[in-house]
């Protein structure tokens, strides 16, 4: 069974640096996709990133880059340069890549940034 | 992407009573999916919804419980049957984006609901 772990219930960060969002995963399964989402106090889910398992190439996307190491199952969120908008819950999501195309979502991270 | 709206945004409710929540996609999509996200948890699937097709239910999900429907491509709507407060949770119609790139999902603004 496919599983995604965040230990991190909360995190700060100053305004302007940067900050990592650790997801470490568990899965059987040789092809996968790993997302995060950001989900602030309105309720939406917004996509940020997108990582393959077998992109040879850490995903970025602007601020957002995701720090993949495969052997470790981790699929960390790097956020640079906070910005006081950033401040929400993020949520790590895995989905296998059979027909159902269901997501696995972890518990989630509340970042707050800190002016 | 996708642009997705849900109606209503949010509502009251009383125990026993049902809500129908819409989802509207400006595209067609083939997959449309709905979330359940109850106080302080993560998101859990409540069903894929399958145009042409019986909805396909997640473990501890029955039909009864939550009919949905979707009769095209761009438009599903999930009922919550015989509310109690226990439903009282945010409720996300997603969709399965493909465009040339690696699929990727899309989150409606969401429906919250409180049943008193």
């Known amino acids: 069974a496919q599983k995604i772990t965040q230990t991190q219930p909360g995190m700060f960060v100053q305004e302007k640096e940067a900050v990592t969002l650790d997801c470490t995963y568990d899965t059987s399964d040789q092809s996968y996709g790993l997302f995060w989402y950001k989900q602030p106090s309105s309720g939406e889910m917004i996509f940020l990133i997108y990582q393959g398992s077998y992109d040879e190439q850490n995903a970025t996307e602007g601020r957002y880059s995701l720090n993949f190491q495969k052997a470790r199952k981790s699929a960390n969120l790097v956020i640079s340069a906070s910005q006081l908008g950033d401040s929400a819950m993020y949520f790590c999501?895995?989905?296998?890549?059979?027909?159902?195309?269901?997501?696995?979502f972890g518990s989630g991270t509340r970042l707050l940034v800190r002016p | 992407s996708a642009v997705i709206s849900q109606k209503p945004s949010r509502d009251i409710c009383q125990r026993g009573t049902s809500l129908t929540i819409q989802c509207q996609v400006d595209?067609?999509?083939?997959?449309m999916f709905w979330y359940r996200q109850q106080p302080g948890q993560s998101l859990t699937l409540i069903a894929t919804?399958?145009?042409?097709?019986?909805?396909?239910?997640e473990s501890g999900f029955v039909i009864d419980k939550f009919p949905i429907s979707r009769p095209n491509l761009t438009f599903s709507t999930l009922t919550v049957s015989n509310m109690s407060p226990e439903d009282s949770s945010i409720y996300l119609c997603?969709?399965?984006?493909?465009?040339?790139?690696?699929?990727?999902?899309?989150f409606g603004p969401g429906t919250r609901l409180t049943v008193t």
């Open positions: 595209s067609q999509v083939t997959m």
């Open positions: 997603s969709v399965l984006w493909t465009a040339g790139g690696p699929a990727e999902q899309y």
């Open positions: 999501a895995m989905r296998g890549m059979d027909s159902s195309y269901k997501l696995i």
């Open positions: 919804a399958n145009q042409g097709s019986e909805a396909t239910y």
